[in-house]
């Protein structure tokens, strides 16, 4: 298997040279976006798969530039690969993901892959750290090598090659029980956050994978932080507050990744953007200052972060945690300039472009669940950056 592994990164190497000059301009426009503000885009994983051809119309008409999904590593790799770093092995099924790749490239978005979730074979649940985190680095490769904006699919006249992907994240909201657990583990009679350490492995995992192709242009992003934590172990549902998080992971031994990402959600209906939240333990676009502080005595000035999902629901139909429709739309520009002022942001990324059907779920699109745009659409497509 070593052997074939190597051949296969052999052969990336020498096709990087054919994609340099493609993915330099990426990284041309890319930089002209951020001179302007940070990179537009939006996430919703429903919309794109299941609508794909709708939701990229969408996006052209919304301005984004860039278009956030999930690669699950537990769906596209059901039973274990053969050679995990061969992109071709059968046990892949890259089917949805190529559709959709497929479907940015044709509309010029830029695409943030965030790989997820541990299949059977590899871990014990899909919110849990694999057995053998090489298992994920390998199939980080594999999903990087295919989408090297160099890889060929199909035969005669249906060959095609496949877009690049240059933006990737490491997983969603590890502090967070839902996407990684456990939470917190008592070691030597002390409790400390095992997600964080946990979480290194996961992220390094990816940026290893990604960043062996070779190709100048990779960014991995790690982090994707969730807004809030209790930092209570003996509670039913301990979870990690985003700041002892990331000091934890320093001291996980965490070290190489391109951009650090966050989602800064307000914490009640009551809260503008600018609003600083009453609990120390989150961080909200409102006191997004005391993340980059953070960040800087954890990791450095140089780099960056990343808002990998945001959002407001709307009333209606949410009248728990929703606002009026035009309070959402002045919500758009608030956070916009929010975030751009910071000057370190470089990608904001709002969840979702069309509500989610039940109710019990995020009513945070731009569109409602019968088709109509609301005012924050229009408010999107005027935004200055």
Known sequence: MFKRVALFLVLVLAAAAAAIVASSTADSAAKRTTAGGPQLGFYDDESIFGRTEWAFLQ?????????????DWSAVAKRRPADPADPADPAYNWTAV????????????????????TPRWAGTAKNRLPRRVTDLRLFAFAAAT???????????????TLPAVRYWLAWNEP????????????????????SAFDY??????????????????EKVACGATGPRGNDAPRTSRPSTSP????QWLRRAGLKRFDAYAHHP?????????TTKPKSPKAITLGNIGLLIKQLNRSFGRSKRLWITEYGYQTRPPDRAF????????????????????????DVFVWFLIRDERRLSGWQSGVVTVGGKRKPAFRAFQTLRR
């Open 146 to 160: 295919r989408y090297s904006g160099t890889f060929e699919v199909g035969e005669g006249e249906t060959l095609q």
């Open 322 to 345: 929703g606002v009026p429709y035009a309070l959402q739309a002045k919500y758009v520009h608030q956070a916009y300039a929010l975030a751009k002022k910071t000057r370190r942001v």
């Open 200 to 217: 290194a492995k996961l992220c390094s995992a990816v940026w290893a994978g990604v960043h062996s192709t070779g190709l100048p242009s």
């Open 243 to 246: 700041l002892v998080f990331m």
């Open 59 to 71: 996006l052209k008409s919304l301005r984004a530039g860039m278009v956030r999904i999930t690669i």
């Open 265 to 273: 959600y307000y914490g009640s209906r009551f809260e503008k953007p």
């Open 175 to 194: 502090n967070n029980p839902v996407f990684l657990k456990p939470q917190w583990k008592k070691v030597r009679g002390t409790w400390r956050p095992q």
């Open 98 to 117: 190529d559709h959709v790749v497929t479907q940015a490239g044709k509309n010029k978005i830029r695409v943030l892959a965030a790989i997820f979730g």
